[in-house]
């Protein structure tokens, strides 16, 4: 099977509207609205993690509404401290697999996930030096050529996409660094998408060199353990050793200075916060982690994503004010 991610994207809302309210956030608005038009038939199965309220609603908006396309709900357990949240994650695993099989008509075995999770440990590893080296080239690797590499990440199988960001690598070190001008900024959040709104950042002079966003880099800083037991107790350990993001329960809300330390490891010289429109757990952390990174000497600018509007003036006026401040 090949997982691609569902990110929603620039749609019309005719048919989500029966589903959802008008506040769910725009990335579960147009998934549901692909869903319902067809844009998605094709897929064998959709796997969603009820790990908000509005993904907990798509649950079973989409059982209803999209019923040629069979959904796998999975918890995720929040006390990530208890030992039994491993046990209980193993056993929430174990039903996706047990689902999966009747769709395939294939088990999983344990040679073939311990063989995928090398490849996903391989490929997070690939990413994390793609962003270095993209740092030394950001004439090359604009904001949206840094998106593109990311985001094709969700629709290649895994070994291959694995196989050609290393040739990336590989030629941009071929050439001099370039001493880039612009400003240097860290962007977090959930997406920052589209394409239009990364190129309002070069249009100011802005280069990204770095990022915690759920769809770009916050999915490859944590690999999964190499010991710890069967395939199935390893993912589910990996979870556990997640950290500085909105979707999981941790106390002392860290995200802050994780930011600030992605600042100073890529020198940059601020962060745009990119909030996806009524996405609570988002909305939760960011006065957090802009109070620590004003505190540590970090100018933070807080900007909301809603590819569902497709008017960027406003965005467009503040972002150019950012940069003139920086
Ligand atoms: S976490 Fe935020 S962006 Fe993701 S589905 Fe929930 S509300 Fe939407």
Known sequence: MIPMGLWGG???LKLAKSYLPAFACPIMQADMEFGLNGTYEGLSAVIIPTICDTLRCMTQNWRFGVPTI???PIVYPQNRKSPASVDYLISEYETVLTVLSTVTGKMMNEAALCETI???NTHNAMMREFSRAAN???DIITPVERH???KSAFFYEKSEHTAIVPNIVENLKTLPAYC??????ILSGITCEPDELLEILRENGLCVVGDDLAQEMRQYRTDTPEKGGGGLRRLALQWNNRYGCSLIHEL???RGKLLAELCRENEADGVICCLMKFCDPEEYDQPYYEADLRAGGYPCLTVEVDHLNAGYEQIRTRIQTFSEML
């Open 10 to 12: 620039q749609a019309e």
């Open 148 to 150: 593109t590499v990311m």
């Open 252 to 254: 002392g809300k860290p």
């Open 118 to 120: 090398e490849i996903y």
């Open 136 to 138: 030394d080239h950001l």
């Open 180 to 185: 880039c001008p612009d400003k240097r900024v």
């Open 70 to 72: 069979p959904m796998i």
